[in-house]
């Protein structure tokens, strides 16, 4: 692990002006860059630390707080430890936050984000990577399907509603992917049950796209976030183990 340097930086997009935190390995650079989507609960200390843990690995992070539209960070009133069984108005307020954010304007968003790593010059030309966390798992398929020459890998951990019904399903933009894509599936998660996941991997398949999807055995809808309730050690290590292969690969 090496020394890095972070900031809060703001990022301007078509409908404002997103909060985002901006690391980095401390040096001249250049490095490869990464997108990191937020899950439901937001750019806060353990996302800023996630993203540190990729710098000190050679990378250079841009974490944008996607509920701008809504405020900046903090969005949300939360506790340092998050437990939303003990806490349901939690959700209560989460809920319609996510709700607002549709897929038109998370790719919208996304050219936005991609722009703000391709234009610093602490990262390295060309595609970048992009890594999501439950909700953000479904803005990183969406980005790498709407953004292929821009994306070269896309990792999703613990998403949920992947492959629905729905006309516009995250994976519906399957045959538009580019990028070498991996997904860490929770074992027990209710929003991705196991005909969703069939469904995202036939997608895949059908499409040509290099893939990977696995299933954490024990694993909860958000393990890899440790200051919630659904932390799991040893689905977060394999997370980790995973998601610098993968960043190895690519870069």
């Not at 078509?14 to 690391?23: H, I, R, S, T």
Request: glycine share 10%.
């Amino acid at each position: 692990m090496t020394s890095i340097q972070g900031t809060d930086v703001d990022v301007r997009t078509e409908d404002g002006v997103a909060d985002a935190y901006f690391v980095h390995p401390d040096g001249p650079g250049p490095y490869p860059g990464v997108l990191l989507y937020q899950d439901a609960f937001g750019l806060r200390p353990h996302l800023r630390s996630m993203a540190d843990r990729l710098a000190g690995e050679g990378y250079a992070v841009l974490v944008p707080n996607v509920f701008y539209r809504h405020g900046r960070t903090p969005v949300f009133d939360l506790p340092a430890f998050i437990d939303p069984e003990a806490r349901p108005e939690i959700w209560q307020a989460i809920g319609p936050v996510m709700q607002a954010l549709t897929p038109e304007l998370a790719v919208r968003d996304a050219d936005a984000y991609l722009r703000r790593l391709e234009e610093d010059p602490l990262v390295t030309d060309g595609p970048v990577a992009v890594t999501g966390y439950c909700m953000g798992a479904r803005l990183a398929l969406y980005t790498a399907g709407a953004h292929a020459g821009r994306v070269a890998a896309m990792a999703g951990f613990h998403g949920g509603r992947l492959a629905t019904d729905a006309p516009d399903s995250p994976h519906l933009v399957a045959d538009r992917v580019t990028a070498e894509v991996y997904f860490g599936h929770a074992d027990a998660d209710a929003s991705m049950p196991p005909e969703q996941q069939r469904r995202l991997e036939e997608a895949l398949t059908a499409a040509g796209v290099r893939h990977r999807c696995e299933v954490y055995p024990g694993a909860h809808h958000g393990y890899t976030q440790a200051d919630t309730s659904a932390y799991d050690k040893d689905g977060d290590e394999r997370h980790w183990a995973a998601l610098l292969d993968l960043l190895a690969r690519t870069f």
